[in-house]
């Protein structure tokens, strides 16, 4: 691919000579010469200062944390039945907030990308509003809405169900700070793609949802693969509306964020643990990153 | 069908009604805006619009009223259920589908086994000479090989009419004609469906439609046969979009006309003394020709019979002005003298080498009886 990439611009070179060559013989010296590469010479050069010192400080920190690491410990720290149940409550966890997620935020993504320009907006602000306000913040608005004195808490008590402190208050949290990236994401595919397509298929007799299934959702993969890569990203690291409105009890809501928090805060000689414990879930994160770019590279297109 | 209908969209509003024939063609001509694919989206069902559309005795849409087809609520029939078919300038293939699953898509959707409507893509595919493509997708194919499959994937959805927004405008001149062809040789199919070709082009009317109606501004200024609207426009919007000159004319005595400073004599009609009408003929008729000694030296048209009196510019169907503007066109240029505006003349290229055209020229002008169309009337 790249060879052949090298290979064509040389090619197209000499023919040009070749035909050149008859009508103005003084333009041909130089033909072996590969014709010379235009590269970003209308910026300053010194962008690339802070672009470097940007690279810099997105991978400096992770550099030093394999350099502090005690690589000795690190089997034990990430085998311990501790670390594991951590991992798989996480995984569990986030995936099925990612569903959830999916379900409630493909109908949202399409009602966003399909009403009128007001209506949009509207809904946009209020989906992104989980995004911009610190998890905290949305940890105790959910302990206002479904906790023990929350405005639908009575309603539930009476039900017989309790959500803060279970692992449906773990999946809830991460699906409120998550779902913001899967909407956003795949409404502005949905944008992208327009509705020409779908006007076609409905002119070629198929029902609503024959062109949702077999038109909009297809062309709107891409979309949809990097909305539910981001929301399961952001579900496996969330933190802050965890611990407010899940707590951190082992083996019910301590997924691996409290686990490296609580590692950490510990005694001193458990830091090495919450070292490795980011270690694990930085694989994890690259390992999904690099499972759905295969995946995608692979498929449509 | 039939159709008589009222639509718009962002403060503008198209009123449009006619009917075309199974198997006919009907080419919608007229300038961007003036209402021709809002007319298409109205009966494909893709804007709310007033009115009704029938297809053969089938109710599209009806207007509320009691004793309607509809009752008081009126019938708007879905996009998906109408059985129309909308072909645009840009292809608008699934890129997602081979060729084959995007020409099969229609059939399947309409609840077609999957073998059977493959079967059928193929053959459409065949028919348009893309049978060996089936496989690739979209993006695989060029411009014109991506418009054929196009008009294969409507066509395979068998649709009980076919509206085309300018099929041909985004495509080069091959591929241009090699669509013409289809869509020409769709109305010898059965079973035969109306056929109606929205156009900016009125050549593809001529080659292409039997009738033609001409839109303006949102409503319909002049349809009938393609021959008479681009033969004989109504009115100077038309004649512009025909390319021909259509001038105010006023009866002399002995059958000729006065038009723009011009005595004419022509065909179709004629003018009693004084009486008003109409004259168009077509820049192209207009034969240029060099004015004083060089006459007939210049490669002019010896074995004219009236070759006699070339550079008279009292005797009818000729004239003589200096040129006063010279704008290129396809093959050729056209030519306004300063003696009369209004009147387009249309040189070809190698005539114009001949001639050596400039600003400022005296030259002679003739054109043949036959070439001018009369009128009676100022309609």
């Known amino acids: ?301 | 069908m039939k159709v008589d209908l009222r639509a718009g969209r962002g403060g503008f509003t198209m009123t449009a009604a006619f009917e075309a024939r199974p198997g006919e063609i009907l080419a919608v001509i007229g300038p961007n805006g003036s209402g021709k694919s809002t007319l298409l989206d109205a009966i494909a069902g893709l804007l709310p619009a007033v009115g009704s559309v029938m297809i053969g005795d089938r109710v599209l849409d009806a207007p509320p009223s009691l004793g309607g087809p509809g009752g008081a609520r009126g019938v708007h029939i879905p996009p998906a259920r109408r059985r129309i078919a909308l072909l645009g300038q840009r292809p608008l293939l699934f890129p997602h589908l081979s060729v084959r699953e995007n020409v099969a898509f229609g059939p399947r959707a309409q609840g077609v086994p999957r073998a059977e409507a493959r079967r059928r893509a193929e053959k459409r595919l065949e028919e348009v000479g893309l049978g060996g493509l089936a496989a690739r997708r979209p993006a695989e194919l060029s411009g014109g090989q991506q418009q054929r499959a196009a008009i294969a994937r409507a066509l395979a959805s068998e649709p009980e009419a076919l509206l085309l927004d300018e099929p041909f405008a985004a495509l080069d001149a091959p591929s241009a004609a090699q669509a013409r062809r289809l869509i020409a040789a769709q109305h010898r199919e059965s079973p035969a469906i109306p056929i109606i070709l929205v156009t900016h082009d009125p050549m593809d009317a001529l080659i292409l439609a039997a009738r033609t109606l001409v839109m303006h501004d949102g409503s319909v200024v002049q349809s009938g046969s393609t021959a008479e609207v681009l033969g004989h426009p109504r009115s100077e919007f038309v004649a512009a979009l025909a390319g021909v000159n259509r001038l105010e004319a006023v009866g002399l005595s002995g059958g000729a006309v006065a038009a723009a400073g011009l005595v004419l004599r022509g065909h179709g009609g004629t003018l009693r003394q004084g009486e008003p009408g109409s004259v168009v003929f077509a820049p192209g008729s207009v034969r240029v020709d060099a004015v004083g000694p060089a006459v007939g030296g210049a490669g002019s048209g010896a074995g004219d019979a009236r070759s006699g009196d070339a550079g008279s510019a009292t005797a009818p169907n000729r004239w003589a002005g200096r040129v006063a503007q010279l704008d290129p066109i396809p093959g050729g240029i056209r030519l306004h003298v300063a003696e009369h505006p209004g009147v387009a003349v249309d040189c070809p290229s190698t005539h114009a080498v001949t001639l050596g055209l400039h600003p400022g020229q005296h030259l002679a002008f003739r054109i043949d009886e036959a070439d001018v169309s009369v009128r009676a009337g100022l309609g």
């Open chain 1, 1 to 301: 691919m790249r060879a052949g990439g090298r290979r064509a611009p040389r090619a197209a070179t000499s023919t040009a000579a070749a035909r050149g060559g008859g009508a103005f013989p003084g333009a041909s010296p130089g033909v072996s010469l590969p014709l010379p590469r235009r590269r970003g010479e209308y910026l300053p050069a010194w962008l690339l200062i802070p672009a470097i010192v940007a690279v810099a400080l997105l991978v400096l920190p992770f550099i030093a944390l394999l350099v502090r690491l005690d690589w000795a410990t690190v089997p034990a720290a990430i085998t311990s039945p501790a670390a594991l149940q951590a991992l798989g409550l996480s995984l569990t966890t986030a995936a099925i907030a990612t569903v959830v997620c999916v379900v409630l935020g493909v109908p949202l993504a399409v009602a966003m990308a399909r009403s009128p320009g007001w209506l949009a907006s509207v809904l946009r602000t209020l989906t992104t509003l989980p995004l911009v306000l610190p998890p905290l913040v949305g940890g105790i608005a959910l302990l206002a809405l479904l906790g023990r004195n929350g405005l639908l808490g009575g309603v539930l008590a009476v039900a017989g169900i309790r959500i803060p402190f279970t692992t449906a208050a773990v999946v809830i949290a991460q699906a409120f700070v998550s779902l913001p990236f899967l909407v956003i994401s795949i409404e502005g595919a949905l944008r992208a793609i327009g509705t020409a397509h779908e006007r076609v298929a409905a002119g070629l007799g198929a029902s609503r949802f024959t062109v949702f299934r077999r038109v909009t959702l297809p062309l709107a993969a891409p979309g949809l693969i990097a909305g539910i890569v981001l929301c399961f990203a952001r579900a496996l690291g969330e933190f802050g509306a965890t611990a407010l409105f899940a707590g951190n009890a082992a083996g019910v809501t301590r997924t691996m964020p409290l686990a490296i928090y609580t590692a950490f805060n510990g005694a001193g000689v458990e830091e090495d643990t919450a070292i490795a414990l980011s270690l694990l879930l930085i694989l994890v994160a690259v390992a999904v990153l690099v499972l759905i770019r295969g995946w995608r590279s692979g498929a449509v297109r």
